[in-house]
């Protein structure tokens, strides 16, 4: 029981790592989530609605592999 959650620990320390370092690295990355061909932007005078329509779809289907993925294991 102690080994499993120490395994989980660990796994979700690397997940975590590995997100800081995306994040860290984002500006530099050629793909900017977030700006992506998709995404509804309207401006009006005086306020601005964004919705990132492909950003969420492309994020959704990064996450749903990986979860398959440490599903099969």
């Not at 995306?22 to 995404?39: C, M, Q, S, Y």
Request: proline letters at 5%; zero cysteines.
């Amino acid at each position: 029981m102690v080994t499993q959650l120490g395994r989980a620990l660990m796994w979700l320390g690397a997940a975590l790592f590995l997100m800081g370092a995306l994040l860290f690295l984002f500006p530099k990355l050629p793909l900017r989530l977030g700006r992506l061909p998709g995404d509804i932007v309207i401006r009006g005078r005086h306020s601005v609605f964004y919705f990132p329509l492909m950003t969420s779809l492309l994020l959704s289907l990064l996450f749903s592999i990986l979860l398959w993925l440490f599903r099969r294991r």
